[in-house]
Each structure stands twice: as C-alpha cells, then as structure tokens.
C-alpha cells in the first residue's frame, strides 16, 4: 500500500475504538489514540529513502512494531498524565498502528517477512499491487470518513452520556 492507503487502513481500524476509549476513560484519551494510531501509518515506510536498509527490511517487523509503540506509551502517558492507562493504551495503538501497516503490505505481491531476523518466513497474499491507486484513495476516503463519523457520535454521546 501507498502512505494514503496505511493511513486511511489505520483511520478505519481506529474508528470503533475512539468512542468506547472515550467513554471509558476520556475523550482526550480517545483522540490522542486517534493521533497515534493514524501518526504511526507510515512510519515502517521511512526506510525507502535510506540507503543502508532494504525497503521492507527491518521496519517492516513485529519488533520495529513493539518499539514504536513502547514510544508511543511513553509520547501517550506525557499528553495525557491524567489517565492511568495512558502508557498501556498507548503501547497499544502504536503497536497496533505499525502491525496494521505490516498487514497492509502483506496484501501486496512483495509481501514481508514480519519476524526477521529470528524467522525469515516472507508472507504475501499478491491481493494488489501497492500502487493500486482506486485501493488507496478508497481505504483514504473510507477510513478518514468513518474516523471522522466515529468522532461526532462520539461527541455526541458526550453531550448526552455521563462518562465512567
């Protein structure tokens, strides 16, 4: 997948979840989520203009994955102190961000090997192409409409329904 692609694939993963984070523990909580979650999309991606690491070499793991997101527990737990879960919840979506991005490259014929260097078993559907351009803009325009849905029941429950 291309960035608008992750980015509209994390957007629509996240959509459900903002409204439940928002009445469980706070709205703040539930938007900074959606920040990380959609923040992290693309990140495995910056290895393409660096010359010393193949593309779909180490960012593309489940380790670049917990390390991403131990960042984004600490980045979650300094924006929102208040919540004692902030760290947790965090690490979860940042993780969950970057292990959404591996699945949305794992649909692609060039596939990765999310385990590497440990297990080097490459895994590939060969669904799409990457630059499958109508897939793209459809996770773009479906993810960031359900996203944006999510968030004015969200406030709109808010209005209405006390939170824990």
Known sequence: MYREGHSGFNALLYAPVLPIV??????RLALVGALVSVGVANI???????????????THTVWFAILVGLAAGIGTALLVPESP????FGFLVGTGGILAHLAGDVVTPMGISPF????????????????????????LLVGSAALFASLL????????????
């Open 22 to 27: 928002s009445h469980v523990w706070s709205l």
């Open 116 to 139: 590497a260097p440990i297990w080097r078993y490459h895994v590939t559907l060969e669904w799409f192409k990457s630059k499958n351009s109508r897939i793209n803009r459809a996770l």
């Open 85 to 88: 879960v902030a760290f947790q």
């Open 44 to 58: 495995p991606d910056l290895d393409q203009p660096l010359p010393h690491i193949r593309h779909r070499g180490p």
């Open 153 to 164: 029941v969200t406030i709109g429950l808010s209005a209405v329904v006390p939170a824990s």
